[in-house]
């Protein structure tokens, strides 16, 4: 059973460019969260998704960030116009629909650098 | 809101020591969970060990044990016999039940095990 899967995990972009991180499940999980990890810090949420639809994205930036979950395919997050602050690792999770304990599971990261 | 807090930056210790990673949390809901993760050098998320507060025995996997004490809302990880694979950012989080399973997490603290 393959886990979340993360693409690309390195990725860099020179400012005003747009960034494109994708996420796919682990298999027969439904919920997506991703995650941004700036240098020396904990992550922080940014968004939770279900298929088609944003649950919860209380933590992303009100500007140039975006996510969504088709029903195919996998979950992407967005960056448009990059800027150097936008460098960091993003982590997305999944969780399946029935109660799993509440646990989810990360994938590897995808790490951003802005030149 | 929920808060997460590791007063700990860093610790150090010998290989086969046991060493304790605080961290402490605040709250106003009754039923919640709590997770320690893992970032060794890879910088994988991996989860170590999860609580559920309504639970009062302390959760245990292998070498890793945590000490809940949900009136001090206190939860601190116990590695016993330390390895060198040990050598990680270890992350405590919160989640409380009736959420998005988005997770608050502390700052961290980096932990070294020498040889």
């Known amino acids: 059973n393959a886990g979340v899967m993360q693409n690309p995990r390195h990725l860099v972009r020179r400012r005003g460019q747009e960034a494109r991180l994708r996420c796919s499940p682990m298999?027969?999980?439904?919920?997506v969260y991703w995650y941004r990890q700036l240098p020396e810090e904990g992550l922080k949420f940014m968004v939770y998704?279900?298929?088609?639809?944003?649950?919860?994205e209380s933590g992303m930036p009100k500007e140039r960030f975006s996510a969504e979950f088709p029903k195919e395919g996998p979950s992407i997050l967005r960056i448009q116009q990059v800027v150097r602050g936008d460098s960091a690792a993003y982590f997305c999770a999944s969780s399946p629909q029935s109660d799993s304990g509440n646990t989810i599971y990360f994938g590897e990261g995808s790490w951003l650098t802005v030149v | 809101a929920q808060t997460v807090t590791q007063s700990q930056p860093e610790m150090s210790v010998q290989e086969a020591e046991t060493v304790t990673l605080s961290c402490t949390y605040d709250?106003?809901?009754?039923?919640?969970?709590l997770f320690w993760y893992k970032q060794p050098p890879s910088r994988q998320m991996i989860l170590v060990i999860r609580q559920e507060a309504y639970k009062q025995q302390n959760a245990t996997e292998n070498r890793f044990s945590v000490n809940f004490q949900k009136a001090a809302k206190s939860f601190s990880l116990k590695i016993s016999d330390s390895q060198l694979g040990d050598t990680a950012m270890y992350f405590c989080?919160?989640?409380?039940?009736?959420?998005?399973?988005?997770?608050?997490f502390g700052q961290g603290t980096r932990l070294t095990i020498n040889p």
């Open positions: 998704l279900q298929k088609e639809n944003i649950i919860d």
């Open positions: 298999k027969g999980h439904s919920h």
């Open positions: 709250t106003s809901e009754s039923n919640y969970y």
């Open positions: 989080a919160f989640t409380y039940s009736q959420g998005a399973q988005k997770l608050v």
